[in-house]
């Protein structure tokens, strides 16, 4: 069985710092690995992901996350977070072998401060 | 952009009562499944469901919960008598076909906020 574990509940920054939200995994078997953001008021959407290839892979709006597989980890980051960022940022795994639910980390809330 | 909508965003229900949540997926999507989310927990897989039967489910989908997909559009979860604890977000999500890239993401709807009095 999947797990994930976000080791930070919340994350408070200030705006145009740089910030690392901390992903960690266990698994058996293969797996596809999800970072999802949940803005105030709205449902989850997917911010990127990873599947196979490159380790690294990045969104459209300036977040990016290394799957390391020897540390079983997959952390979100970006050298420079804005008001915007403001959200829940959930990490999800899900098995490479057939099974199709996702299995999702506790959540991390990031605050932004002016 | 196609987008999973669901109804109604809150219920409010006494325990004991019957509740039927409803989700329309994406059109072309093949994949549905349903998520809830305890106040202050993690998101939790309920169940999934492809060609018109459930593909996996998980321990917390015991027999108060159903699924069905009633016509070409609509994707249901009820349960049949609620229980304080059912209270919870419930998210609805859908999926494109395994083997393309685009069968790996899972689309979520904006969630129904479910409260049992």
């Known amino acids: 069985a999947q797990s994930v574990t976000q080791l930070d509940s919340q994350v408070p920054v200030f705006e145009e710092a740089p910030v690392e939200l901390r992903c960690n995994y266990s698994s058996s078997v293969s797996v596809y690995l999800f970072w999802y953001v949940q803005y105030p008021n709205q449902g989850l959407q997917l911010l990127l992901k990873?599947?196979?290839?490159?380790?690294l892979v990045e969104s459209i709006n300036g977040f990016e996350a290394e799957f390391n597989k020897s540390q079983t980890s997959f952390h979100l980051r970006t050298p420079s977070v804005h008001i915007r960022d403001t959200a829940e940022y959930f990490c999800?795994?899900?098995?490479?072998?057939?099974?199709?639910?996702?299995?999702f980390g506790q959540g991390t809330r990031l605050t932004i401060n002016p | 952009e196609p987008e999973v909508t669901q109804t109604p965003s809150h219920q409010v229900t006494q325990m004991g009562q019957e509740v039927i949540l409803r989700c329309v997926p994406i059109?072309?999507?093949?994949?549905f499944y349903w998520y809830r989310q305890i106040l202050g927990q993690k998101v939790e897989f309920l169940v999934s469901?492809?060609?018109?039967?459930?593909?996996?489910k998980s321990e917390i989908f015991d027999d108060q919960f159903s699924v069905e997909r009633p016509d070409g559009s609509n994707f249901t979860l009820k349960i049949r008598s609620t229980k304080l604890e059912d209270s919870a977000m419930y998210f609805c999500?859908?999926?494109?076909?395994?083997?393309?890239?685009?069968?790996?993401?899972?689309?979520f709807g904006p969630g129904t906020r479910l409260t049992v009095l």
């Open positions: 469901f492809y060609n018109n039967e459930i593909s996996e």
């Open positions: 999500a859908s999926s494109g076909p395994m083997g393309t890239s685009g069968g790996h993401e899972q689309f």
């Open positions: 059109s072309n999507h093949l994949y």
């Open positions: 999800a795994v899900r098995s490479g072998m057939g099974a199709q639910k996702l299995v």
């Open positions: 990873y599947l196979s290839g490159s380790t």
